[in-house]
């Protein structure tokens, strides 16, 4: 396992047990923490794909629309691309400049990015995408939700436009 997947996994570690979307099995001697198993929800995490595009109502305006693209490739490497343009009065594009992980659940119905983004085109920010892939077509079932937990935004909500694919 290269260095930027261990580095990525400590990084799932800290987010989705910080979050409460997750659990760790640990085995500590002396100062030294191992995790032996981290579970996601009631599943183990898996290294899949993600994909999807569409939208969700604008944070502070429901009648304005949140675009998204998502392309997340989970192997050995992380990578891929995350967009999402706020088209209500937060008129904001934050787009992802580095993937470092792309995790789901073994039944291929929740997943998450994590990386790091600018937000309308300055800075980096890391941000954590959660997605849920609750049926075909998406819109009405879905659910897309993005935070930055350095910057002030988090929305999320069912898609009400669009598709998500989780994939193994």
Not at 45 to 56: A, E, L, V
Not at 121 to 130: K, M, Q, R
Not at 141 to 147: A, H, L, Q, T
């Amino acid at each position: 396992m290269n260095r930027k997947k261990i580095y990525g996994l400590i990084g799932i570690f800290v987010v989705l047990t910080t979050l409460g979307i997750a659990s760790a099995v640990t085995s500590q001697v002396g100062d030294v923490i191992t995790v032996l198993d981290l579970v996601f929800g009631p599943f183990q995490i898996h290294f899949g794909d993600i994909t999807g595009g569409g939208h969700i109502p604008a944070l502070n305006d429901p009648k304005a629309h949140a675009t998204f693209g998502i392309v997340g490739q989970g192997d050995d490497r992380g990578q891929g691309s995350v967009e999402y343009q706020d088209h209500g009065p937060a008129k904001l594009n934050i787009k992802s400049t580095n993937i470092i992980t792309v995790v789901t659940t073994a039944d291929k119905t929740k997943g998450s990015i994590i990386g790091s983004a600018t937000v309308n085109g300055d800075g980096t920010y890391p941000f954590i995408l959660y997605v849920e892939d609750n049926g075909e077509p998406g819109k009405g079932v879905d659910k897309f939700e993005i935070s930055l937990p350095t910057y002030p935004h988090l929305n999320g909500a069912i898609l009400s436009g669009g598709n998500i694919q989780i994939h193994s």
